[in-house]
Protein backbone atom coordinates (compact mmCIF):
# COMPACT_ATOMS: atom_id res chain seq x y z
CA UNK A 1 0.00 0.00 0.00
CA UNK A 2 1.39 3.12 -1.05
CA UNK A 3 2.41 5.62 2.05
CA UNK A 4 -0.02 7.96 1.05
CA UNK A 5 -3.02 6.00 0.59
CA UNK A 6 -6.11 7.42 3.15
CA UNK A 7 -8.27 5.67 5.61
CA UNK A 8 -11.38 4.95 4.23
CA UNK A 9 -13.17 7.37 6.64
CA UNK A 10 -10.34 10.23 5.56
CA UNK A 11 -11.30 9.30 2.60
CA UNK A 12 -15.22 9.71 2.98
CA UNK A 13 -14.92 12.47 5.14
CA UNK A 14 -12.44 15.28 2.89
CA UNK A 15 -15.19 16.87 0.68
CA UNK A 16 -16.95 17.82 4.14
CA UNK A 17 -13.74 18.98 5.63
CA UNK A 18 -12.86 21.00 1.92
CA UNK A 19 -16.67 22.48 2.35
CA UNK A 20 -16.68 23.58 5.92
CA UNK A 21 -12.80 25.26 5.31
CA UNK A 22 -14.42 27.19 2.69
CA UNK A 23 -17.41 28.13 4.45
CA UNK A 24 -15.44 29.55 7.51
CA UNK A 25 -12.57 31.16 4.75
CA UNK A 26 -16.08 33.16 2.95
CA UNK A 27 -16.83 34.65 -0.16
CA UNK A 28 -13.96 34.49 -1.88
CA UNK A 29 -13.16 30.54 -1.14
CA UNK A 30 -17.12 29.78 -1.80
CA UNK A 31 -17.19 31.43 -5.10
CA UNK A 32 -13.68 30.15 -6.44
CA UNK A 33 -15.26 26.60 -6.54
CA UNK A 34 -18.06 27.91 -8.88
CA UNK A 35 -20.33 25.57 -10.24
CA UNK A 36 -19.84 23.00 -7.05
CA UNK A 37 -21.32 25.60 -4.70
CA UNK A 38 -23.40 27.44 -6.91
CA UNK A 39 -24.92 25.37 -10.33
CA UNK A 40 -24.98 27.00 -13.12
CA UNK A 41 -29.06 27.05 -14.54
CA UNK A 42 -29.64 25.98 -17.57
CA UNK A 43 -29.30 27.44 -21.18
CA UNK A 44 -26.84 29.90 -19.14
CA UNK A 45 -23.93 31.02 -21.46
CA UNK A 46 -20.34 31.40 -19.39
CA UNK A 47 -20.65 35.23 -19.68
CA UNK A 48 -24.18 35.52 -18.12
CA UNK A 49 -22.76 33.10 -15.34
CA UNK A 50 -19.85 34.65 -14.05
CA UNK A 51 -22.96 37.88 -13.46
CA UNK A 52 -25.07 35.64 -11.98
CA UNK A 53 -21.93 34.14 -9.96
CA UNK A 54 -20.77 37.69 -9.29
CA UNK A 55 -24.18 38.89 -8.01
CA UNK A 56 -25.00 35.87 -5.35
CA UNK A 57 -24.46 37.37 -1.86
CA UNK A 58 -22.54 35.11 0.91
CA UNK A 59 -23.61 35.49 4.47
CA UNK A 60 -20.69 34.84 6.59
CA UNK A 61 -22.65 32.63 8.93
CA UNK A 62 -19.91 29.95 9.38
CA UNK A 63 -17.12 32.02 9.97
CA UNK A 64 -18.63 33.76 12.42
CA UNK A 65 -20.39 31.60 14.50
CA UNK A 66 -16.82 29.70 14.60
CA UNK A 67 -14.98 32.93 15.71
CA UNK A 68 -18.04 33.43 18.60
CA UNK A 69 -18.19 29.36 20.02
CA UNK A 70 -14.40 29.91 20.14
CA UNK A 71 -14.06 32.78 21.80
CA UNK A 72 -17.03 32.02 24.28
CA UNK A 73 -14.83 28.80 25.18
CA UNK A 74 -11.73 31.43 25.52
CA UNK A 75 -13.49 34.40 27.24
CA UNK A 76 -11.02 32.80 30.39
CA UNK A 77 -7.80 31.48 29.74
CA UNK A 78 -7.43 27.28 29.99
CA UNK A 79 -6.12 26.60 33.70
CA UNK A 80 -3.33 24.08 33.44
CA UNK A 81 -1.92 22.45 36.55
CA UNK A 82 1.96 21.18 35.99
CA UNK A 83 5.17 20.66 37.21
CA UNK A 84 7.22 23.61 37.70
CA UNK A 85 9.38 21.98 35.10
CA UNK A 86 7.00 21.78 32.43
CA UNK A 87 5.14 24.48 33.11
CA UNK A 88 8.22 26.78 32.45
CA UNK A 89 7.65 25.37 28.74
CA UNK A 90 4.32 26.46 27.78
CA UNK A 91 5.27 29.92 26.80
CA UNK A 92 7.12 27.91 24.16
CA UNK A 93 5.83 24.03 23.84
CA UNK A 94 4.22 24.16 20.47
CA UNK A 95 6.19 22.76 17.38
CA UNK A 96 6.68 26.46 16.04
CA UNK A 97 7.69 27.71 19.44
CA UNK A 98 4.52 29.65 20.32
CA UNK A 99 2.58 29.27 23.67
CA UNK A 100 0.22 26.91 24.98
CA UNK A 101 -2.75 28.85 24.69
CA UNK A 102 -2.18 29.45 21.67
CA UNK A 103 -1.90 26.01 20.62
CA UNK A 104 -5.36 25.38 22.94
CA UNK A 105 -7.24 27.78 20.58
CA UNK A 106 -6.09 26.32 17.21
CA UNK A 107 -7.10 22.45 18.80
CA UNK A 108 -10.39 23.96 19.80
CA UNK A 109 -11.29 25.88 16.68
CA UNK A 110 -10.00 22.35 14.41
CA UNK A 111 -12.54 20.55 16.80
CA UNK A 112 -15.54 23.12 15.96
CA UNK A 113 -14.61 23.11 12.42
CA UNK A 114 -13.67 19.90 11.47
CA UNK A 115 -14.42 17.68 14.60
CA UNK A 116 -11.32 16.28 14.54
CA UNK A 117 -7.44 17.41 15.43
CA UNK A 118 -4.31 15.35 16.50
CA UNK A 119 -1.48 16.23 19.09
CA UNK A 120 1.97 14.50 18.24
CA UNK A 121 4.42 15.18 21.45
CA UNK A 122 7.99 15.18 19.89
CA UNK A 123 11.03 15.68 20.49
CA UNK A 124 14.26 16.88 18.37
CA UNK A 125 15.52 13.90 16.19
CA UNK A 126 19.17 14.70 15.99
CA UNK A 127 19.45 15.87 19.64
CA UNK A 128 17.77 14.96 23.46
CA UNK A 129 16.07 18.58 23.34
CA UNK A 130 12.80 19.71 25.01
CA UNK A 131 9.32 17.73 23.64
CA UNK A 132 6.84 19.94 21.89
CA UNK A 133 3.23 19.32 20.89
CA UNK A 134 2.99 19.33 17.37
CA UNK A 135 -0.83 20.24 15.79
CA UNK A 136 -2.34 18.09 13.07
CA UNK A 137 -5.25 19.13 10.98
CA UNK A 138 -7.92 16.83 10.35
CA UNK A 139 -6.14 16.65 6.44
CA UNK A 140 -3.24 15.80 7.40
CA UNK A 141 -3.52 12.63 9.17
CA UNK A 142 -4.08 10.07 6.46
CA UNK A 143 -4.18 6.77 7.96
CA UNK A 144 -4.49 4.87 11.15
CA UNK A 145 -4.32 1.01 12.57
CA UNK A 146 -5.14 -0.08 15.97
CA UNK A 147 -4.46 -3.18 17.47
CA UNK A 148 -5.67 -5.09 21.14
CA UNK A 149 -2.29 -5.22 23.12
CA UNK A 150 -2.31 -5.84 26.65
CA UNK A 151 -5.89 -6.19 26.79
CA UNK A 152 -6.49 -3.23 25.16
CA UNK A 153 -6.86 -1.78 21.77
CA UNK A 154 -4.03 0.78 20.91
CA UNK A 155 -2.95 2.60 17.87
CA UNK A 156 0.07 0.35 15.94
CA UNK A 157 0.47 2.82 13.13
CA UNK A 158 -0.06 6.19 11.60
CA UNK A 159 0.31 8.40 8.76
CA UNK A 160 0.69 11.72 8.75
CA UNK A 161 1.30 14.19 6.03
CA UNK A 162 3.89 16.89 6.97
CA UNK A 163 3.27 18.72 3.14
CA UNK A 164 3.27 17.59 -0.43
CA UNK A 165 6.49 16.22 -0.16
CA UNK A 166 6.68 14.73 2.84
CA UNK A 167 4.89 12.02 5.38
CA UNK A 168 5.61 11.04 8.07
CA UNK A 169 5.10 7.11 9.30
CA UNK A 170 4.72 6.31 13.19
CA UNK A 171 4.31 2.58 14.12
CA UNK A 172 4.97 -0.18 16.73
CA UNK A 173 7.63 -2.40 15.27
CA UNK A 174 7.31 -6.37 15.95
CA UNK A 175 9.23 -5.99 19.15
CA UNK A 176 6.48 -3.20 20.24
CA UNK A 177 8.95 -0.45 20.19
CA UNK A 178 8.41 3.16 18.40
CA UNK A 179 9.40 4.05 15.52
CA UNK A 180 9.38 7.31 12.89
CA UNK A 181 9.70 6.64 9.78
CA UNK A 182 10.11 10.09 6.96
CA UNK A 183 8.81 9.43 3.58
CA UNK A 184 10.20 12.10 0.59
CA UNK A 185 8.95 11.77 -2.29
CA UNK A 186 11.33 10.48 -5.36
CA UNK A 187 10.80 13.60 -7.61
CA UNK A 188 8.27 16.19 -9.09
CA UNK A 189 7.25 14.07 -11.49
CA UNK A 190 6.84 10.80 -9.92
CA UNK A 191 3.89 9.96 -7.51
CA UNK A 192 6.04 7.31 -5.42
CA UNK A 193 7.61 7.81 -1.84
CA UNK A 194 10.61 6.50 0.02
CA UNK A 195 11.88 6.22 3.27
CA UNK A 196 14.43 9.24 3.71
CA UNK A 197 15.23 8.78 7.44
CA UNK A 198 14.76 6.28 9.98
CA UNK A 199 14.83 6.94 13.58
CA UNK A 200 14.07 5.40 17.40
CA UNK A 201 12.99 8.09 20.32
CA UNK A 202 13.87 7.36 23.26
CA UNK A 203 13.53 7.99 26.89
CA UNK A 204 16.38 7.84 29.28
CA UNK A 205 17.96 5.67 26.49
CA UNK A 206 14.84 3.11 26.60
CA UNK A 207 12.92 3.36 23.56
CA UNK A 208 9.34 3.88 23.47
CA UNK A 209 6.69 1.21 23.83
CA UNK A 210 3.66 3.97 22.74
CA UNK A 211 2.59 6.02 19.68
CA UNK A 212 2.68 9.48 21.38
CA UNK A 213 -0.60 10.85 19.58
CA UNK A 214 -3.86 12.25 21.09
CA UNK A 215 -6.69 12.00 19.16
CA UNK A 216 -8.89 15.29 19.78
CA UNK A 217 -12.66 14.98 18.65
CA UNK A 218 -15.59 17.20 19.49
CA UNK A 219 -16.89 14.71 21.90
CA UNK A 220 -14.33 11.69 22.18
CA UNK A 221 -10.42 11.37 21.89
CA UNK A 222 -11.19 8.44 19.69
CA UNK A 223 -9.03 7.94 15.97
CA UNK A 224 -12.73 7.53 14.73
CA UNK A 225 -13.93 10.04 12.44
CA UNK A 226 -16.77 12.79 13.78
CA UNK A 227 -19.27 14.61 12.04
CA UNK A 228 -18.00 18.30 12.01
CA UNK A 229 -20.34 20.50 14.99
CA UNK A 230 -20.80 23.15 12.28
CA UNK A 231 -21.58 20.82 9.24
CA UNK A 232 -25.19 21.33 9.13
CA UNK A 233 -24.88 25.36 9.63
CA UNK A 234 -22.39 25.27 6.84
CA UNK A 235 -25.00 23.52 4.66
CA UNK A 236 -27.90 26.35 5.48
CA UNK A 237 -25.16 28.75 4.84
CA UNK A 238 -24.39 27.60 1.08
CA UNK A 239 -28.79 26.97 0.70
CA UNK A 240 -28.73 30.52 1.82
CA UNK A 241 -25.99 31.47 -0.79
CA UNK A 242 -27.75 29.90 -3.79
CA UNK A 243 -31.09 31.09 -2.91
CA UNK A 244 -29.27 34.70 -2.89
CA UNK A 245 -27.83 34.38 -6.59
CA UNK A 246 -31.26 33.05 -7.91
CA UNK A 247 -32.82 36.80 -5.49
CA UNK A 248 -29.83 39.04 -7.11
CA UNK A 249 -30.62 37.91 -10.96
CA UNK A 250 -34.30 38.29 -10.64
CA UNK A 251 -33.81 41.92 -9.13
CA UNK A 252 -31.70 42.25 -12.17
CA UNK A 253 -34.09 40.98 -14.41
CA UNK A 254 -37.24 42.68 -13.38
CA UNK A 255 -36.01 45.57 -11.55
CA UNK A 256 -35.04 47.89 -14.34
CA UNK A 257 -38.33 49.21 -15.80
CA UNK A 258 -38.32 48.06 -20.17
CA UNK A 259 -40.72 50.32 -22.23
CA UNK A 260 -42.75 48.63 -25.10
CA UNK A 261 -44.04 50.39 -28.18
CA UNK A 262 -47.24 48.50 -29.92
CA UNK A 263 -48.31 49.39 -33.44
CA UNK A 264 -46.85 48.83 -37.37
CA UNK A 265 -43.31 50.38 -37.28
CA UNK A 266 -40.76 50.99 -40.06
CA UNK A 267 -37.42 49.74 -39.38
CA UNK A 268 -36.74 53.85 -39.93
CA UNK A 269 -38.75 54.85 -37.37
CA UNK A 270 -37.99 52.30 -34.75
CA UNK A 271 -36.35 54.08 -31.32
CA UNK A 272 -32.68 53.37 -31.36
CA UNK A 273 -31.79 55.39 -27.64
CA UNK A 274 -33.72 56.14 -24.82
CA UNK A 275 -33.64 58.89 -22.43
CA UNK A 276 -34.78 62.54 -21.01
CA UNK A 277 -33.04 64.03 -23.65
CA UNK A 278 -34.54 61.58 -26.61
CA UNK A 279 -37.85 62.19 -28.69
CA UNK A 280 -39.37 59.17 -30.11
CA UNK A 281 -41.65 59.84 -33.31
CA UNK A 282 -43.69 57.33 -33.99
CA UNK A 283 -46.38 56.66 -36.44
CA UNK A 284 -49.90 57.45 -35.60
CA UNK A 285 -51.69 54.74 -33.92
CA UNK A 286 -48.82 53.66 -32.15
CA UNK A 287 -48.89 53.03 -28.03
CA UNK A 288 -46.52 53.26 -25.71
CA UNK A 289 -46.00 52.31 -21.88
CA UNK A 290 -42.94 50.15 -19.47
CA UNK A 291 -43.00 46.61 -18.22
CA UNK A 292 -42.44 46.15 -14.82
CA UNK A 293 -42.95 43.65 -12.37
CA UNK A 294 -45.45 42.67 -10.08
CA UNK A 295 -45.43 39.03 -9.29
CA UNK A 296 -44.71 37.68 -5.54
CA UNK A 297 -42.05 35.43 -7.14
CA UNK A 298 -39.29 37.34 -5.69
CA UNK A 299 -41.05 37.96 -2.07
CA UNK A 300 -40.89 34.39 -2.05
CA UNK A 301 -37.21 33.81 -2.74
CA UNK A 302 -36.85 36.69 -0.01
CA UNK A 303 -38.80 35.13 1.97
CA UNK A 304 -36.71 31.53 1.65
CA UNK A 305 -33.79 33.40 2.78
CA UNK A 306 -35.15 34.89 6.03
CA UNK A 307 -36.20 31.74 6.59
CA UNK A 308 -32.65 30.14 6.18
CA UNK A 309 -31.05 32.79 8.20
CA UNK A 310 -33.89 31.87 10.94
CA UNK A 311 -32.39 28.21 10.86
CA UNK A 312 -28.86 29.39 11.08
CA UNK A 313 -29.64 31.02 14.29
CA UNK A 314 -31.02 27.70 15.82
CA UNK A 315 -28.05 25.95 14.55
CA UNK A 316 -25.75 27.63 16.34
CA UNK A 317 -25.34 31.83 14.83
CA UNK A 318 -26.66 33.31 17.94
CA UNK A 319 -24.51 36.57 16.75
CA UNK A 320 -26.63 36.58 14.10
CA UNK A 321 -30.17 36.79 15.57
CA UNK A 322 -31.53 40.35 15.59
CA UNK A 323 -31.39 42.30 18.67
CA UNK A 324 -34.47 42.15 21.02
CA UNK A 325 -36.59 45.13 21.46
CA UNK A 326 -37.23 44.56 24.74
CA UNK A 327 -34.32 44.16 27.07
CA UNK A 328 -34.08 40.42 28.21
CA UNK A 329 -32.57 39.35 31.53
CA UNK A 330 -29.77 37.38 32.04
CA UNK A 331 -31.73 34.09 33.09
CA UNK A 332 -33.77 34.19 29.93
CA UNK A 333 -30.59 34.98 28.15
CA UNK A 334 -28.90 31.23 29.82
CA UNK A 335 -32.49 29.20 28.97
CA UNK A 336 -32.26 30.87 25.54
CA UNK A 337 -28.60 29.23 24.83
CA UNK A 338 -28.78 26.10 27.24
CA UNK A 339 -29.05 23.39 24.36
CA UNK A 340 -25.96 25.18 22.46
CA UNK A 341 -23.95 25.59 25.63
CA UNK A 342 -24.46 22.02 26.08
CA UNK A 343 -23.01 20.80 23.31
CA UNK A 344 -20.21 23.60 23.50
CA UNK A 345 -19.47 22.32 27.34
CA UNK A 346 -19.07 18.82 25.70
CA UNK A 347 -16.57 19.82 23.35
CA UNK A 348 -14.71 21.90 25.38
CA UNK A 349 -14.26 19.30 27.83
CA UNK A 350 -13.17 17.08 25.00
CA UNK A 351 -10.84 19.29 24.05
CA UNK A 352 -9.59 19.95 27.69
CA UNK A 353 -9.04 16.10 27.93
CA UNK A 354 -7.20 15.77 25.04
CA UNK A 355 -4.75 18.55 26.01
CA UNK A 356 -4.16 17.15 29.09
CA UNK A 357 -3.02 13.51 27.70
CA UNK A 358 -0.72 15.43 25.35
CA UNK A 359 0.94 16.90 28.02
CA UNK A 360 0.99 14.50 30.06
CA UNK A 361 3.15 12.54 27.52
CA UNK A 362 5.60 15.16 27.86
CA UNK A 363 5.70 14.95 30.95
CA UNK A 364 6.20 11.40 30.84
CA UNK A 365 9.00 12.01 28.55
CA UNK A 366 10.57 14.41 30.72
CA UNK A 367 10.56 11.77 33.69
CA UNK A 368 7.58 14.26 35.59
CA UNK A 369 4.65 13.30 37.22
CA UNK A 370 1.93 12.74 34.28
CA UNK A 371 -0.94 12.34 36.95
CA UNK A 372 -0.03 16.34 38.63
CA UNK A 373 -0.91 17.27 34.39
CA UNK A 374 -4.45 18.54 34.03
CA UNK A 375 -6.15 21.31 31.68
CA UNK A 376 -9.52 22.50 32.16
CA UNK A 377 -10.80 24.72 29.56
CA UNK A 378 -13.64 27.28 30.31
CA UNK A 379 -17.24 25.97 30.31
CA UNK A 380 -18.86 29.62 31.52
CA UNK A 381 -19.60 30.99 28.38
CA UNK A 382 -22.18 33.50 29.03
CA UNK A 383 -21.34 36.55 31.14
CA UNK A 384 -22.46 36.40 34.88
CA UNK A 385 -21.03 39.36 36.46
CA UNK A 386 -22.49 40.40 39.69
CA UNK A 387 -23.88 43.73 40.02
CA UNK A 388 -22.90 46.56 43.02
CA UNK A 389 -26.05 45.57 45.11
CA UNK A 390 -25.06 41.96 45.05
CA UNK A 391 -22.06 42.25 46.44
CA UNK A 392 -22.96 44.25 48.95
CA UNK A 393 -25.02 41.84 50.06
CA UNK A 394 -22.93 39.02 49.82
CA UNK A 395 -20.03 41.47 51.76
CA UNK A 396 -22.91 42.26 54.55
CA UNK A 397 -23.54 38.42 54.91
CA UNK A 398 -19.87 37.37 55.47
CA UNK A 399 -19.88 40.11 57.97
CA UNK A 400 -22.87 38.95 59.43
CA UNK A 401 -21.48 35.63 59.81
CA UNK A 402 -24.60 33.77 57.70
CA UNK A 403 -21.61 32.65 55.47
CA UNK A 404 -17.58 31.74 55.60
CA UNK A 405 -14.80 34.21 53.56
CA UNK A 406 -14.61 30.88 51.18
CA UNK A 407 -17.62 30.93 50.37
CA UNK A 408 -17.81 34.63 49.99
CA UNK A 409 -14.66 34.07 47.67
CA UNK A 410 -16.18 31.27 45.26
CA UNK A 411 -19.42 33.41 44.63
CA UNK A 412 -16.91 36.37 43.89
CA UNK A 413 -14.89 34.40 41.43
CA UNK A 414 -18.00 32.62 39.45
CA UNK A 415 -19.59 36.23 39.54
CA UNK A 416 -16.52 37.47 37.93
CA UNK A 417 -15.25 39.88 39.91
CA UNK A 418 -12.02 38.51 40.88
CA UNK A 419 -9.31 38.04 37.87
CA UNK A 420 -9.61 34.57 36.63
CA UNK A 421 -7.11 32.03 37.63
CA UNK A 422 -6.65 33.66 40.89
CA UNK A 423 -7.10 30.88 43.77
CA UNK A 424 -8.68 31.51 47.05
CA UNK A 425 -4.92 31.31 48.77
CA UNK A 426 -3.44 34.32 46.30
CA UNK A 427 -6.13 35.69 47.53
CA UNK A 428 -5.61 35.83 51.08
CA UNK A 429 -2.06 36.83 50.86
CA UNK A 430 -2.82 39.72 49.03
CA UNK A 431 -5.79 40.76 51.41
CA UNK A 432 -3.20 39.78 54.22
CA UNK A 433 -0.49 41.91 52.55
CA UNK A 434 -2.80 45.09 52.33
CA UNK A 435 -3.89 44.70 55.94
CA UNK A 436 -0.33 44.46 57.11
Request: with cysteine.
Amino acid sequence: MPITDPHPEHLAASPIWARMRDCAAGEDAVKARRLEYLPRPGGQSERAYRAYLARAVWYGATERTLNGLAGAIFRHPPVVEAPDALARQLDSIAADGGPFEGLAQSVTREALLTGRAGLLADRPAEAEGDPYLALYPAESILNWESAPLAGRQRLTRLVLREDIECCRELLLDATGQYRVRLWRRKSRQAGAYEIAQEHRPTRAGQPLDAIPFTFVGARSLSPAVEKPPLADLAGMNLAHYRNSADYEQSLFLTGQPTPWIAGRLEARERPTSIGSGTIWHLPEGCSVGMLEFTGAGLEALRQAMLDKEARMVQLGARLLEAPKRAAETAEAVRLRGEAEASSLSILAETVGRGLTQALRRLAWWQGLEPESVTVRLNRDFIEARLTAPDILALVESWQKGAISRRTLYDNLRDGEVLPPGRDFAEEESLIAAETA
